[in-house]
């Protein structure tokens, strides 16, 4: 096996550069449970105002801020819509039932959006024999669909329903920095059409640790007590939070160079005959591989390239994903590139 892995597995394997390591060595901190970490406050402040909310809220994981959020808007017994291939019903366990009590209505959705048309004929009617439709959650960027962006005019007119509806509406904007790079809108821009927002910094930002929910200072208050109950209050956290601010200053604008990266890999994967690459869904830095027509299974061919020195991981069913981050270079995407053709033949 070659000394160094080229790892695509996830964005989330990014480590701290020395300049982050050094901007949280040199936090000042204080007890967040208390309110007190001036590094946390400045974070939450300063994400606060990138996504136009009042308030926000740093917790320890993205999977922690939806469904803390989750649990701020709905009821037990309630529903949930959310596109079938969403991160929260599909990656967080059950969560949403787990810990909000609530069900889930899963839409079919096209590279991971529907629209106002699809959650017509999924919201319940008012009869008491039937759960509320109470939350509509979006996810931007789509992981599950290869990273892709949802249309902001899909947004708008699904905010409008909501309103109309009296429905909430959540953002699982973990990677919304991303869709805001291939797009040019603004973070605050996709924000303003939801009651709440969850952002990551550990992907592509490539902090360490954390996420930050943001929208009403009322809803916020009610979201730091769910945060506590789940767990995710945190003594002197200013050390993480300094990663993300320094994520926040230093990465956000590198991002373009990552979705380059997978553009270049999705069509040089494209060209291995049995691969299925929807090059249309490659819009970020995200690559669903469709690897049916192989003959082999995925694990096989994860752990042949594994053997090669190439990791990827599982993506839909019967297919493989590949992330680019910021501790890839393109160099190491084309070596990647000409290693998993060889080794497909």
């Known amino acids: 096996m070659p000394d160094k892995l080229l790892d695509f597995r996830s964005d989330t394997v990014t480590r701290p550069t020395p300049g982050m390591r050094k901007a949280m060595a040199e936090a000042a901190v204080g007890d967040d449970v208390f309110g007190e970490d001036p590094t946390v406050n400045r974070l939450q402040e300063q994400v606060a105002g990138l996504l136009g909310?009042?308030?926000?809220?740093?917790?320890?994981?993205?999977?922690?801020?939806?469904?803390?959020?989750?649990?701020?808007?709905?009821?037990?017994?309630?529903?949930?819509?959310?596109?079938k291939g969403a991160h929260v019903f599909n990656y967080e366990t059950g969560g949403i039932a787990f810990l909000s009590g609530a069900q889930v209505h899963a839409v079919e959705g096209k590279r991971g959006a529907f629209g106002v048309a699809e959650?017509?004929?999924?919201?319940?009617?008012?009869?008491?024999?039937?759960?509320?439709?109470?939350?509509?959650?979006l996810e931007n960027t789509h992981n599950r669909a290869g990273g892709t962006v949802y249309p902001l005019e899909l947004i708008r007119e699904i905010s409008a329903f909501a309103r109309k509806k009296n429905i909430r509406l959540h953002l699982d904007g973990a990677r919304l920095w991303n869709a805001s790079a291939a797009t040019g809108i603004t973070p605050m821009e996709y924000a303003s059409y939801f009651d709440s927002v969850s952002v990551c910094l550990?992907?592509?930002?490539?902090?360490?640790?954390?996420?930050?929910?943001?929208?009403?200072?009322?809803?916020?208050?009610?979201?730091?007590?769910?945060?506590?109950?789940?767990?995710?209050?945190?003594?002197q956290a200013g050390i993480l939070a300094a990663a993300g601010l320094y994520a926040l200053e230093h990465n956000t604008g590198r991002l373009a160079e990552d979705h380059e990266k997978a553009s270049f890999l999705a069509r040089e994967l494209a060209q291995v005959k049995?691969?299925?690459?929807?090059?249309?869904?490659?819009?970020?830095?995200?690559?669903?591989?469709?690897?049916?027509?192989?003959?082999?299974?995925?694990?096989?061919?994860?752990?042949?390239?594994?053997?090669?020195?190439?990791?990827?991981?599982?993506?839909?069913?019967?297919?493989?994903?590949?992330?680019?981050?910021?501790?890839?270079?393109?160099?190491?995407?084309?070596?990647?590139?000409?290693?998993?053709?060889?080794?497909?033949?």
């Open 53 to 83: 909310k009042e308030a926000a809220l740093y917790v320890p994981s993205g999977t922690m801020g939806n469904q803390t959020c989750i649990k701020v808007h709905t009821l037990p017994g309630d529903e949930v819509i959310c596109e």
């Open 119 to 137: 959650i017509e004929r999924a919201v319940r009617p008012d009869l008491y024999y039937m759960p509320k439709t109470r939350l509509i959650c």
């Open 202 to 235: 550990s992907k592509g930002l490539g902090a360490p640790v954390g996420s930050v929910i943001a929208g009403s200072t009322a809803f916020i208050a009610e979201a730091r007590h769910y945060r506590k109950i789940f767990g995710g209050g945190m003594r």
């Open 274 to 345: 049995t691969f299925d690459i929807d090059l249309g869904s490659v819009q970020t830095n995200i690559i669903i591989i469709g690897a049916e027509r192989t003959g082999r299974s995925p694990e096989e061919i994860l752990a042949a390239l594994r053997g090669k020195g190439v990791l990827l991981t599982l993506g839909n069913y019967m297919g493989l994903r590949a992330v680019t981050h910021l501790d890839v270079t393109m160099d190491e995407v084309k070596r990647a590139a000409r290693i998993i053709r060889e080794t497909m033949g």
